[in-house]
């Protein structure tokens, strides 16, 4: 196959990249690198083999999108995705969620090409059940602080759905939900870069609220492996991926300290407005269409991510 991937210098993106590379795929990776970063990708434009199947395009989604030659799938991956990123950047954030996936659509349109949407448990906001399935509305404030992501996230999924229902184009929704793993920026706002950045520093490592809000975490090449085999499918409705096993924010400091061997103390700062209480997804469904769970130990992806973090 032949495959676009945008937001492909992104952590997810970027890992995206590796996988279809991995499968002797070719890929055409666009990122304008707002939130992407070049050291993400540096590896598959030097390697003799892969840089023969591997093509960077630095572009920004929201404006008009052609590939030439054949295109067997678009997988839209492009869009800030952190509390950090979405607060500096809320109308790049909406125009990637609706130009950037009006646009990407248009292409898989054109080319006759599977086309992958990445959205979010974000959809869900802050749930009024746990789990959640994909069949739950979500409980999402569009005028608060976290609205532009989850609403853009929203219309994309909208979009994408009256592509499939209106010219017949071959569809998909992915819903992730919290992931981490080497590739995450350390500043961006998400608890497990922001936690292993303080341990290794030594620094207080900070929780919002009480921190028995809880989330659950599945490492990168897990969530990865559930998506390829997703779009590998001829399934239209959105599906969950992620790690069903729950545990509180408190807990999640607490292991980053003992993992790290850090000295680090905790402190507690008052809960951001709109902050999610639970966020853990039912896969019922991924496990029943994909033949698919998580398989890494919490602890071996953790010593993973760490590692990365030692090298800078």
């Known amino acids: 196959m032949r495959v676009l991937i945008t937001g492909g210098a992104g952590f997810l993106g970027s890992h995206f990249c590796d996988y279809f590379l991995s499968k002797g795929h070719d890929v055409i990776c666009m990122d304008n690198f707002i939130t992407g970063s070049e050291r993400n990708i540096e590896h598959m434009r030097k390697d ?19 590939i030439s030659g054949k295109l067997d799938g678009v997988l839209h991956f492009a869009s800030p995705a952190s509390p950090i990123d979405y607060a500096k950047i809320p109308i790049q954030t909406l125009k990637v969620g609706a130009l950037g996936t009006h646009n990407t659509l248009g292409l898989a349109k054109a080319k006759k090409a599977r086309y992958l949407l990445a959205s979010t448990s974000e959809v869900y906001g802050d749930p009024l059940v746990n789990p959640q399935p994909e069949s739950y509305w979500g409980n999402v404030n569009p005028v608060g602080p976290r609205g532009c992501y989850d ?24 819903r992730i939900f919290n992931t981490f793993g080497p ?12 936690f292993i950045d303080q341990a290794l520093r030594n620094q207080a490592i900070t ?22 085999k997703l779009f590998m499918t001829k399934f239209h409705d959105p599906v969950n991926i992620g790690n069903p ?17 850090s000295k680090s103390k905790i402190i ?17 469904l991924a496990k029943k269409l994909l033949k698919w769970q998580p398989k890494v130990k919490m602890d071996f992806g953790m010593q993973k991510t760490i590692e990365y973090f030692k090298t800078g």
């Open 48 to 66: 003799k083999k892969l840089r023969k199947r591997f093509k960077l395009i630095r572009q920004d989604v929201t404006n008009y999108i052609w």
């Open 151 to 174: 609403e853009a996230k929203r219309f994309a999924e909208a979009m994408v759905t009256a592509y499939r229902n209106v010219h017949k184009v071959d569809t998909s929704i992915v």
């Open 183 to 194: 590739r995450m920026r350390k500043h961006d706002g998400r608890a497990v870069p922001a």
């Open 207 to 228: 929780v919002f609220g009480d921190g028995k809000q809880t989330r659950s975490f599945c490492y990168v090449s897990d969530l990865i492996e559930g998506m390829y």
């Open 245 to 261: 096993m729950e545990m509180t924010v408190l807990q999640l400091a607490e292991r980053i300290i003992s993992l790290t061997g």
């Open 268 to 284: 507690f700062k008052p809960l951001p407005v709109d902050d999610p209480k639970v966020r853990r997804p039912d896969i019922s």
